[in-house]
């Protein structure tokens, strides 16, 4: 068995594999942008790539001990989860892909209002003065294109036509043999390293780094690496259509 340091020593080769394989393609997605700025896919794929780039020298920076463990568990599952994200968006019909990012859009919208009302409600009980300058319809006029203009209010995600969540996208990946049935260990990583974020007392364990909490970590990691791969071949695809690659 390996040692700590050991494992830490491949995750931080897992990572640098990672960012070499990404940078790569920074150049291309930017020279796409410039000729196409509002081309929503590319937009996609360059955000992803650079949330991604961004929680790895994080990861790298703290690395996993007694003191990051909660922090570290919690910025690895939110890399798993824009990469499962990235590979159903990249791999997916564009009506579908636009179909479900504009329910990502709505929901954002959504709590985007819901915020700048709370936020009024609140400072205005304190003081009405405060907020004469707050306009809330305001809101609406920067994002006209998701008001419904028979009632002029936002348009919303419906019961009958829900958002995907990352469970849904897996099971469309591997049952449309993008990927094969192994990659559901990325998203059983994804769910387990949520109990670091949804404390419960049984899994009480997830808030410490105990002896094998490494191998959690190792092993998410290395499908993390799988996972990156598959993205960053399916961005090169996407090129293509663009004659970069």
Not at 175 to 201: C, G, M, N, P, W
Request: aromatic share 12%; net charge neutral.
């Amino acid at each position: 068995m390996k040692t700590f340091q050991e494992y830490i020593d491949e995750i931080e080769q897992h990572y640098n594999k990672i960012q070499d394989n990404i940078l790569s393609l920074v150049p291309t997605l930017q020279e796409i942008l410039e000729g196409n700025p509002n081309d929503r896919i590319f937009i996609y794929s360059f955000d992803i790539l650079k949330r991604i780039i961004s929680n790895l020298k994080i990861l790298k920076h703290i690395k996993f001990n007694d003191i990051s463990c909660v922090s570290y568990r919690l910025v690895l599952r939110a890399t798993i989860g824009d990469i499962i994200e990235g590979l159903f968006y990249l791999n997916t019909d564009g009506s579908i892909r636009e179909n479900e990012m504009r329910k990502q859009d709505l929901e954002f919208i959504r709590y985007l209002e819901n915020y700048t009302k709370d936020t009024y409600r609140f400072f205005n009980n304190r003081d009405p003065k405060s907020m004469n300058g707050i306009d809330l319809e305001k809101l609406k006029q920067n994002f006209s294109q998701y008001v419904d203009p028979q009632t002029g209010k936002f348009f919303r995600v419906t019961r009958d036509d829900p958002k995907l969540g990352m469970a849904s996208m897996m099971d469309q990946l591997i049952q449309k043999k993008i990927v094969s049935k192994e990659y559901k260990q990325l998203y059983s990583s994804y769910r387990l390293l949520s109990f670091t974020e949804h404390y419960t007392i049984l899994g009480r364990r997830f808030s410490y780094n105990e002896e094998m909490s490494i191998l959690l970590i190792v092993d998410s990691v290395r499908w993390l690496l799988i996972g990156a791969d598959a993205l960053c071949s399916s961005i090169k695809e996407l090129a293509k259509t663009n004659n970069r690659y």
